[in-house]
């Protein structure tokens, strides 16, 4: 069972150079999440989607864009990389209902240069 | 603002002891609390979670403790063992939210 499914693992953008980042589920979840994660700084959320057709801005949404394209898909989209969004991303995903709790995928290493 | 605290970057802790973490959080309206663990390279992996009902959840050799009044809650892994030794991050979400809020983690290391 594969769970939540991120690619690529690892990138190397140069500034300005856009990409999106996939994501996708195979739990029949309602709820999809991107976070990032610094040194000293833990998971920030960046955008999230409550559920399919929805999405709203997290903590840290400046410079990304989201779509949720189906109910299994979310992506996150880098439109101009800038060397402060060097970090490791994760997607997650939940069933969306009160108290449950979310599931990663492994990351994705993503370096500007 | 950082609505998730823990406040020790770090822990070291014998085989076999007791390892506690611990967690303070700043938002009232946080409903459910839940503790993750992260191997280097991995995606962080859902531990144990308690709602603010309890005060209490058990899940074999680990245990959280919730105390609402002073907004605090601590993960007890007992006996440690060295495959324990990760990052542990604690989380938060409100009651009508969805998302998780998440502490800065603090790295678990059990020696031999």
């Known amino acids: 069972n594969a769970g939540v499914t991120q690619t690529p693992k690892f990138q190397v953008l140069k500034t300005g150079q856009s990409m999106t980042l996939q994501c996708a589920q195979d739990m029949n979840h309602n709820s999809m999440y991107w976070y990032r994660q610094d040194p000293g700084m833990g998971l920030r959320l960046i955008y999230y989607?409550?559920?399919?057709?929805?999405?709203d801005k997290g903590e840290v949404p400046n410079g990304y864009n989201v779509s949720r394209l189906n109910k299994r898909e979310f992506s996150l989209r880098l439109e101009s990389a800038a060397p402060s969004q060097t970090s490791v991303y994760f997607c997650?995903?939940?069933?969306?209902?009160?108290?449950?709790?979310?599931?990663f995928g492994q990351g994705t290493r993503l370096t500007v240069v | 603002d950082q609505q998730v605290k823990q406040n020790s970057p770090s822990l070291s802790v014998q085989e076999g002891r007791i390892s506690i973490l611990n967690c303070d959080y700043t938002?009232?309206?946080?409903?459910?609390f839940l503790w993750y663990k992260k191997y280097p390279a991995e995606g962080p992996t859902f531990l144990i979670s308690i709602s603010s009902i309890k005060d209490k959840n058990e899940d074999g050799r680990f245990t959280v403790f919730l105390n609402k009044s002073a907004k605090h809650l601590s993960l007890h892994i007992v006996p440690s063992q060295p495959g324990d030794s990760a990052v542990y991050f604690c989380a938060a979400s409100i009651y009508s939210g969805y998302a998780l809020n998440f502490g800065k983690g603090t790295s678990l290391l059990v020696t031999p």
């Open positions: 989607s409550a559920s399919e057709g929805t999405t």
């Open positions: 938002n009232s309206m946080f409903d459910y």
């Open positions: 997650a995903s939940s069933r969306g209902v009160l108290n449950t709790e979310a599931f």
